[in-house]
Nanobody
């Protein structure tokens, strides 16, 4: 099982980025995919999740309406589209695969995931 996050970079406030999470060893349709971020000196926080069965999407309040999570079964890749980026969005972003004991009401908890990508840096600055 591998998850490879990419697409980070430096962007100005108000700009957009699309992060990708290429997975192997399982299908993106078989497990929920979560997106997390961690800023220096802060705890890792869950920001978005797409469920496996119902295709429902969940977002942290601070990103709802700006970020969109999706997945593509043809490429076995999950995406996080980030619009209207703010300096407070600066962090290392991670994608993760839900564990077999995953429950949707704990989607934002890191303990609900069993495999993680390596992280991609997003810096929002003018």
């Amino acid at each position: 099982v591998q998850l490879q996050a990419s697409g980070g970079g430096l962007v100005q406030p108000g700009g957009s980025l699309r992060l990708s999470c290429a997975v192997s060893g399982f299908s993106v349709m078989d497990r929920a995919i979560g997106w997390f971020r961690q800023a220096p000196g802060k705890e890792r926080e869950g920001i978005a999740c797409i469920s496996s069965e119902s295709n429902n999407r969940y977002y942290r309040d601070s990103v709802r309406g700006r970020f969109t999570v999706s997945r593509d079964t043809a490429t076995n890749t999950a995406y996080l589209q980030m619009n209207s980026l703010e300096p407070e969005d600066t962090a290392t972003y991670y994608c993760a695969r839900s564990s077999l004991t995953f429950t949707i009401w704990r989607w934002a908890s890191a303990s609900s995931y069993d495999s993680w990508g390596q992280g991609t840096q997003v810096t929002v600055s003018s």
